[in-house]
T-cell receptor, first 110, second 113 residues
Framework: EDQVTQSPEALRLQEGESSSLNCSYT??????LFWYRQDPGKGPEFLFT???AGEEKEKERLKATLTKKESFLHITAPKPEDSATYLC???????????FGAGTQVVVTP | ETGVTQTPRHLVMGMTNKKSLKCEQH?????MYWYKQSAKKPLELMFV???????ENNSVPSRFSPECPNSSHLFLHLHTLQPEDSALYLC????????????FGPGTRLTVT
């Protein structure tokens, strides 16, 4: 059975304190791994897609990396506006079905 | 309108009511999705329409019924719901073939009393 596990569940950071979020997965055939950001009461906002081990993507203070078993979302010098829940999801079939992890809630304090 | 829109944003219904949620995408996509998001649980995929063909999710109760009249509109018809169905219902769309990034609407917060 396909599984996606995110850790930690919650992360509290001081402004400027860099950290990493983990997404480990067990799937029969990975067709892509996605990162989303979700603010309270809103729908998830797409951040990155990674397709193969060794691939990296960057956007502002965020950088996503992928290995054969896990993905990391690195947050460099975070600001309070980076506070959100970060979700990862894996694509496992051609219908576009995504299986999501439970998310990591990040709080960045000034 | 841009992106993915959902109406209503909030809905309170009794267990014997019938209501529908509406989703519209303005991105020219060919695939649309319904998700359920409950507190402290991962997003659960309920239904997929890809190029208007639906895939069934056998774990979704029959009191939820999807309808996709065209590639831009998606409905979720609700009837005789249970209190445990209270959740945030999210609609998403994607290009549905080469790229599968899904773009989400703001969701409908459903409360079943």
């Amino acid at each position: 059975e396909d599984q996606v596990t995110q850790s930690p569940e919650a992360l509290r950071l001081q402004e400027g304190e860099s950290s990493s979020l983990n997404c480990s997965y067990t799937v029969s055939g990975l067709r892509g791994l996605f990162w989303y950001r979700q603010d309270p009461g809103k729908g998830p906002e797409f951040l990155f897609t990674l397709y193969s081990a060794g691939e990296e993507k960057e956007k502002e203070r965020l950088k996503a990396t992928l290995t054969k078993k896990e993905s990391f979302l690195h947050i460099t010098a975070p600001k309070p506006e980076d506070s959100a829940t970060y979700l990862c999801a894996v694509l496992t079939d051609s219908w576009g079905k995504l299986q999501f992890g439970a998310g990591t809630q990040v709080v960045v304090t000034p | 309108e841009t992106g993915v829109t959902q109406t209503p944003r909030h809905l309170v219904m009794g267990m014997t009511n019938k209501k529908s949620l509406k989703c519209e995408q303005h991105l020219g996509h060919n695939a649309m999705y319904w998700y359920k998001q409950s507190a402290k649980k991962p997003l659960e995929l309920m239904f997929v329409y890809n190029f208007k063909e639906q895939t069934e999710n056998n774990s979704v109760p029959s009191r939820f019924s999807p309808e996709c009249p065209n590639s831009s509109h998606l409905f979720l018809h609700l009837h005789t719901l249970q209190p445990e169905d209270s959740a945030l219902y999210l609609c998403a769309s994607s290009a549905g073939d080469v790229t599968y990034e899904q773009y989400f609407g703001p969701g409908t917060r459903l409360t079943v009393t």
